[in-house]
């Protein structure tokens, strides 16, 4: 009995080494991967090619479409600023899911909207669309709005737009998100630049847009948020967008196009089914399908990420909201694991099968049961007297130094690269923020991951994170 | 080994050192490492913001100043205005020789500039900024940048010479066009059709590879913008291509030049079995209205893929003869296919005056989801 | 003396249209973009000549500038001066009640022309 406990802790102890070592080597490679990528993005792109698309006839058409509920708010301003994108050949789609609020009355008296006979054909299966709207200012004509009944969640709402776009590719992204002005040029190049794949799906970074000033839906300056936790989320967005999907990308592997921005091919979305109103993330979800799909059918297809930052979204300042969307997220990687297990190390898929799944299985899914498990036994091993403390406290401390390095240095390639905020101390408000995110920020993230999978595993019944917003309208003075 | 002083505090951290596990040891120099690597980053942020800053003060006091002595000597050149061609107007550079144009960086902000301007004007103007670009010999750190290693630098060279319409050699050009390097390889067609003076079409011949959307979009800019480049018949490639990308693109030009006589070629076309290009040849048609193609078009409807048929059906609609109304009836009201419905309808629709009393009889008899259709494509409102 | 509204949201553009447009015979005021457009409009209660707007800037486009322009009930001659090359974006222009059209890169001598016809005919 002595004896197995021993080889068990033994066991458990060199797991947890390889286990740790790898995540770091693959950090230290997407640092790599991504500084490579990101210099071929700023050698590429200049500003006068996205000039020659914009005035082109040749653009690609494109619809966005935003699933808005109870937006009232903010929906007019956010509107606006979509109509003035920089794009030849788009159309916007409003799908209103069953506001409850004035949402829809503020959308037709302000864009003089009229209900017209609009005849489709829903490949996709959605709540009933009660009504779509166009309206009678030829200024507004790329305007239309989709009045349905409440589906309980965005996929639903997303759906119904899919079903209804005109152009092959359509750009999914929120109301309450705000666009930088190239968004639709810059997403639409790395499509028309690819050489022999299809691109399946083109994602951006997206950033915090708590403490940055808008005026009227437009970026007038950008600032790091003052309150502590949406300035985790910066850094934290930094960290995963510039170093972590640019990094993917750059080998094809990327395993999520964020929900707040980005452009799908709908003929590959329509074929596998649209997004899955019951899965708790449906953006990795519908990605992870396409791909699934473009396998199955012998697509050579691709993915892949911008650096530059094209989306502002409010990220939750209160601690209650930001544990409902992280309970959220997490309990959405457990049922999509779930889902596609039959992926996990299946060569079939590919890049798929063998990278992306199984990191996301070890890495993303498994990593806060194998911290929490970690911490449990380090507390065990503690009460008990058998912990060599110099040797633990070196090795918590290299665990801290490399996690601030990692962070530090994708806010360096995101400087180098875009040297974005105005003044230099507010970079370096930003560099001290991963000094502290180890013990305050990511102790949060485990703790409701762990209740993300809980409530997966009993099925707990949850509605569409539905946050509050301040609404970032009217400029601040 | 070395005999490096160590101070006395660190004897405790060293002896830890040696005394230690591999795994220890590993920890404690990644731990310095990072450390380092973690300065380092600071460090180059700030660096790189300073340089930043820098490079902003400077631009902040040159560019009004190069904003100003272009409007003076040359948007307000009195004898730009007078019609006088450019190349016999004398320009005064004593202005100019004022800017710190010893510097590298002035000289590119300078180009830069000019190139901004030319983007927002042309005719004797435009000429004219361009005779200032050369006089200012800025075109000479563009060909040195030319001959350097770095891809990136060839294509920025490329890039300005063909915005400002700076001739090449021929001898320069060619071997890039077959460079491995994708941009290069573009950039370089694209010159060589801007700038070539022989024959700027004669890549379309030997180009293999396919061209990329986006490089039909530059091509596209380049061909329609160049001012004094001889438009060939693009129904030479339509006819003898191999290349599929350069055949579809042949067909768009076919259809901005309106150019009729090349219809023969883009109707055998129709023969072809790639049926992606044989919807862009069916489009190609409808777009320039070509007579006396739709009985073609609509005898070859029933044996064709989806994406064609509604080509067909659009391009009947586009021609609007008024001869196919009934063929267009029929497959609004027996196709079993939404799209094939729709694209008929407003066909239907487009025939305005032919089909008019169709278009009446349908909505009275038609049922609920084909009223809903036609109605659609009979609503201003809704564009597609 | 005529009044012209200039709304573009190039930095040289402003520049090379006061000089192409004499300024003893042309009041030339220019604002960067839709929401500045109105303001002008509003405080000046449509007082101009001639509006040269380009198509698509910040806060409200071209397009929507036309719209409210030519809704009022003196409208205001509208030139549109843009890069576009979307032949739809073009018709809409000219749908919404556009005057004339002219692409960039432009020639002064043609701007000029084209205000001085336009402000004759509207005399």
């Known amino acids: ?477 | 080994m070395f005999d490096i002083p160590i101070p006395a505090f660190l004897d405790p951290v060293l002896s830890t050192f040696r005394e230690a596990p591999l795994a220890i040891r590993l920890a404690m120099i990644f731990i310095i490492v990072a450390v380092l690597v973690t300065l380092l980053a600071y460090f180059s942020i700030l660096r790189s913001r300073f340089l930043g800053y820098q490079r902003r003060k400077r631009l902040d006091y040159l560019l009004p100043k190069i904003d100003n002595l272009i409007i003076d000597e040359i948007m307000a050149h009195p004898e730009v205005a007078a019609g006088t061609p450019a190349s016999q107007i004398q320009l005064n550079l004593d202005g100019f020789q004022e800017l710190p144009l010893h510097k590298k960086w002035a000289r590119q902000a300078t180009t830069n500039r000019i190139i901004h301007f030319r983007r927002n004007v042309r005719g004797n103007a435009g000429h004219l900024l361009r005779n200032l670009y050369i006089q200012l010999e800025l075109n000479k750190d563009t060909m040195k940048q030319m001959k350097s290693p770095k891809w990136a630098r060839k294509v920025r060279a490329l890039t300005e010479f063909i915005d400002m319409d700076i001739p090449v050699a021929d001898v320069t050009i060619l071997p890039l066009t077959n460079s491995r390097n994708r941009e290069l390889r573009a950039a370089a067609r694209h010159a060589y059709i801007k700038l070539s003076k022989n024959e700027p079409f004669k890549f379309f011949d030997v180009v293999t590879d396919p061209l990329l959307m986006w490089d039909q979009v530059e091509l596209f800019r380049i061909i329609t913008t160049t001012e004094d480049i001889s438009i060939p018949n693009f129904a030479r490639w339509v006819t003898y291509s191999s290349n599929k990308s350069v055949v579809s693109f042949c067909l768009k030009l076919i259809v901005h030049y309106n150019q009729l006589p090349a219809v023969p070629a883009v109707i055998k076309l129709l023969d072809t079995k790639d049926h992606y290009l044989r919807a862009d040849a069916i489009n190609c048609l409808g777009k320039l209205k070509a007579p006396d193609v739709e009985d073609r078009l609509v005898s070859m409807y029933s044996s064709q893929p989806l994406q064609c048929q509604i080509e067909i059906l659009k391009a009947v609609g586009r021609i609007s003869s008024g001869r196919q109304v009934d063929f267009l009836k029929q497959e609004f009201l027996h196709s079993t296919n939404f799209d094939l419905r729709k694209a008929a309808a407003k066909s239907l629709v487009r025939n305005d005056q032919a089909a008019r009393g169709v278009v009446q009889e349908l909505l009275e008899t038609a049922n609920r989801e084909n009223l809903l259709i036609l109605k659609h494509c009979m609503n201003p409102l809704i564009k597609y | 003396m005529s009044k012209i509204l200039l709304v573009e949201d190039d930095e040289i553009m402003p520049k090379i249209v006061a000089r192409i447009l004499p300024s003893a015979e042309y009041e030339l005021d220019h604002v960067s973009n839709g929401k500045e457009a109105f303001e002008k409009l509003e405080s000046t209660n449509y007082g101009y000549d001639l509006i040269i707007t380009d198509i698509m800037m910040p806060y409200a486009n071209g397009f929507e500038i036309l719209s409210r322009v030519k809704s009022q009930p003196r409208p205001i001659p509208v030139i549109i001066v843009s890069n576009a090359g979307n032949e739809d974006m073009i018709m809409e222009g000219f749908k919404l009640g556009a005057d004339d059209f002219l692409k960039k890169p432009i020639i002064p001598a043609e701007l000029l022309i084209r205000v001085k016809r336009l402000l004759m005919k509207n005399k």
């Open chain 1, 1 to 477: 009995m002595e004896g197995l406990l021993s080889w068990l802790g033994r066991a458990y102890e060199n797991t947890l080494f390889v286990y740790g070592l790898v995540l770091l080597l693959v950090y230290a490679l997407l640092a790599l991967l991504s500084m490579i990528a990101i210099r071929r993005y700023t050698r590429k792109s200049t500003q006068h090619q996205l000039d020659i698309l914009a005035s082109s006839p040749m653009a690609p058409g494109l619809t966005i479409l935003a699933p808005a509920f109870n937006e009232g708010l903010t929906i007019i301003s956010n509107v606006r600023s979509l109509l003035t994108l920089n794009y030849p050949r788009y159309e916007i789609i409003i799908i209103n899911d069953g506001s409850t609020d004035n949402t829809m009355e503020q959308l037709i008296s302000e864009f003089r909207m009229v209900a017209v006979d609009f005849a489709h054909n829903a490949r996709i299966l959605t709540q009933p669309v009660r009504k779509i709207y166009k309206s009678t200012d030829p200024a507004y004509s790329s305007l239309m709005v989709i009045d349905k009944v409440n589906g309980k969640s965005k996929a639903d709402a997303v759906n119904a737009g899919i079903n209804i776009a005109t152009f092959n590719y359509f750009v999914c992204t929120d109301v309450d998100c705000i666009l930088h002005k190239d968004t639709l040029l810059e997403l639409v190049l790395p499509v028309m630049q690819e050489e022999k794949k299809r691109v399946i799906a083109v994602g951006a970074t997206l950033r915090i847009a708590n403490s940055s000033d808008f005026d009227e839906g437009v970026l007038i300056r950008m600032r790091p948020p003052r309150q502590l936790l949406p300035r985790f989320q910066e850094v934290e967005y930094i960290r995963s967008f510039v170093l972590g999907k640019m990094g993917w990308s750059y080998i094809n592997c990327v395993p999520n196009v964020s929900g707040g921005l980005g452009l799908f091919d709908k003929e590959v979305a329509t074929r596998c089914g649209g997004y899955d109103h019951s899965s708790f993330g449906e953006d990795m979800e519908l990605l992870t399908r396409m791909c699934r799909y473009a396998h199955d059918n012998q697509i050579d297809y691709a993915v892949r990420y911008i650096p530059r930052t094209l989306c502002w979204t409010e990220g939750p300042a209160s601690v209650k909201i930001f544990s409902r969307q992280r309970t959220r997220w997490a309990r959405g990687l457990a049922q999509l694991m779930h889902a596609h297990f039959s992926m996990f190390l299946n060569p079939r898929y590919g890049k798929m099968g063998l990278i992306v799944f199984p990191f996301n299985f070890f890495f993303e899914l498994l990593a806060p049961l194998v911290e929490f498990s970690g911490i449990i036994i380090y507390i065990y091993l503690a009460v008990t007297g058998q912990v060599n403390w110099p040797y633990a406290l070196l090795l918590l401390l290299f665990v801290y130094t490399y996690a601030v390095m990692i962070t530090t240095i994708s806010i360096l390639w995101d400087q180098l690269s875009f040297g974005y905020y105005k003044k230099w101390w507010e970079v370096a408000y930003l560099c001290l923020t991963p000094f502290m995110e180890f013990l305050l920020y990511h102790p949060l993230i485990v703790f409701f991951s762990l209740r993300g999978y809980y409530y997966f595993l009993t099925g707990k019944k949850s509605t569409w994170g539905n946050m509050q917003r301040q609404g970032f309208g009217k400029k601040k003075t």
